[in-house]
């Protein structure tokens, strides 16, 4: 089981990106983990659910929609690839080289769609799979974010290649849409069933 849920770790991840005081926060990340070991550990968790990654597009403007919908349809988020997760975060800058070059050779290598081509999100995306014992994967697509819509179909290879479900949501920042991905999500979490 997930020790806690999706919707509570991405606030964490994005809370963080607010604290002005950057020095504080693997202090608080480390107690924060502790606290939530220690729960794990005293048996407090939801049972074992369908364990989903998100990645595609940032989706801070759509967690409800998307994140919350899927946790309440009885799901757990367990993993973030997203411009807002852990994608900037996989190569750490190389402190042996002149720090000009290490920051350029770190920031062009990160896995993100404006990339061409971007292999490393394919296997970036593959190991998540493996390593978060991945039942399904949901690609959020922003309407605006073109990049990440051409390259789903290669993140779609890559997931169904692994015998995992994946489904691509295209969306935008309004509640218009909201009924229709209920629908899509509540059929995607069937198809885990089988």
């Known amino acids: 089981p997930a020790p806690m849920k999706g919707e509570n770790l991405y606030n964490v991840l994005y809370g963080t990106t607010f604290k002005f005081d950057r020095s504080k926060v693997p202090a608080e990340i480390d107690a924060l983990t502790a606290k939530v070991k220690e729960e794990y550990a005293a048996g ?25 919908t899927v946790e309440e349809l009885g799901a757990d988020v367990v993993a973030f690839d997203c411009c807002n997760g852990t994608r900037e975060k996989v190569e750490p800058v190389d402190e042996n080289m002149p720090i000009y070059d290490a920051l350029a050779k770190k920031y062009l290598n990160i896995n993100c769609s404006v990339m061409s081509p971007n292999n ?49 949501i295209e ?20 198809t885990l069933e089988k």
Do not use: W
Request: charged fraction near 30%; charge should be neutral; glycine fraction near 6%.
């Open 44 to 68: 407090k968790n939801e049972g074992k659910k369908h364990r989903i990654l998100i990645t595609g597009c940032p989706n801070s403007g759509v967690r409800d929609k998307i994140i919350k």
């Open 120 to 168: 490393s999100r394919m296997q970036y995306i593959d190991e998540m799979i493996d390593e978060y014992q991945v039942d399904g994967v949901i690609e959020i697509i922003l309407q605006a974010c073109h990049t990440y819509n051409i390259e789903s179909h290669y993140v779609k290879q890559t997931v169904t290649n692994k015998g995992k479900s994946y489904l691509m």
């Open 171 to 190: 969306t935008d920042y309004s509640q218009a849409d909201k009924g229709q991905i209920l629908t899509r999500l509540e059929a995607f979490l069937e």
